[in-house]
């Protein structure tokens, strides 16, 4: 497995989302469970997670417990980065609610350190600006949490170029991600990329293949993506994750699963090299 880097840490340059194990369409455990470690068995070592990614209201950080158990389970979970993230809420309704006071990721962080049980989360990543909420305060969070020693490395997602900035300075120069929606079918996320290649950080692309109900039509919302997968005998969405390697070393995607045949699919898209006619097709569709 080829890797890269989120701060000090060698992580599979290929991820795992976890949130379509439970959310909205999600299966029984035993087919997440399957999934995660078939993701392990292929070599991947980061998992990307979130308290929020739950249906029901009494079931905050189910995606997490699910995680913790299956890494558990497994000879190599001690391998893996987990990358929780706080400030988003499910209140139960199917609506995604924000939440990002101090007081909130500081309460939401103590929770996932007892969900995963561990003595410092990996990577956490505040999940998305509050508009009722100062963004300094939220990452200043953020940084206690680093301070205290309760995470290891921290985030954020959903930020545009001036609060990756921000987040930066407030973070005292130890911010090493930035997560946003980047795939085919959205790629304004764009400047934010390339800022983290200038700053020397992960970016992080979410939803990569579309999202959950649109990633299996990839091939055929997109021509070109379809007829380089043919020419490589691989999957669309291997090449679509191929692309987005190929645009900097500091992109590691995150494509989500809840099948243990479509992660082992994404992550053999490490090994997939595009040629430069082919990357400049892609670009421009
Ligand atoms: N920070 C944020 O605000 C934010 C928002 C959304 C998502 N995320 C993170 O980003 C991750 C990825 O996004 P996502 O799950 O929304 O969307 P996605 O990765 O674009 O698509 C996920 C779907 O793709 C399918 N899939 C995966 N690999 C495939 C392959 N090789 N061939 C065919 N189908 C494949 C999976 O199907 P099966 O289910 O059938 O396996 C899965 O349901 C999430 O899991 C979550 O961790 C973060």
Redesign the pocket.
């Known amino acids: 497995m080829h890797t890269r880097r989120i701060g000090d840490v060698e992580v599979s340059a290929i991820g795992l989302?976890?949130?379509?194990m439970s959310i909205e369409g999600r299966p029984e455990e035993a087919r997440s469970l399957a999934t995660i470690h078939a993701a392990l068995d292929a070599g991947v070592t980061l998992i990307?997670?979130a308290d929020a990614y739950h249906l029901k209201a009494g079931e905050v950080g189910h995606n997490e417990t699910l995680i913790a158990k299956a890494l558990a389970s497994h000879e190599r979970g001690a391998d893996v980065l987990v990358a929780t993230?706080g400030g988003h809420l499910r209140p139960g309704d199917g609506s995604w609610t924000l939440d990002g006071s101090p007081r909130h990721i500081k309460e939401a962080c103590e929770a996932s350190l007892r969900r995963l049980g561990v003595e410092a989360i990996g990577l956490y990543q505040f999940?998305?600006p509050d508009p009722k909420v100062p963004y300094a305060e939220s990452v200043g969070a953020v940084r206690d949490l680093l301070d205290e020693g309760k995470i290891r490395m921290a985030g954020v997602?959903?930020a545009d170029p001036d609060q990756i900035r921000l987040a930066g300075e407030i973070l005292g120069g130890r911010l090493v991600s930035v997560?946003n929606q980047f795939?085919p079918a959205f790629r304004s996320s764009e400047p934010e990329l390339r800022l983290c290649d200038e700053l020397g950080i992960a970016f992080l692309p979410?939803?990569?293949?579309?999202?959950?109900s649109r990633?299996?039509e990839l091939g055929s919302a997109y021509a070109p993506f379809a007829r380089i997968a043919e020419a490589h005998g691989v999957?669309p969405?291997?090449v679509c994750l191929a692309w987005m390697l190929a645009k900097s070393p500091v992109v590691v995607p995150?494509?989500?699963?809840?099948?243990p045949e479509?992660?082992r699919?994404?992550v053999a898209a490490a090994d997939l090299k595009l040629t430069s006619e082919e990357i400049a097709e892609l670009d421009a569709v």
């Open positions: 989302g976890g949130m379509p990307d997670t993230k999940h998305r997602s959903n997560q795939s979410w939803s990569p293949l579309g999202g959950i990633a299996s999957s969405q291997q995150i494509p989500g699963s809840s099948r479509t992660i699919d994404s």
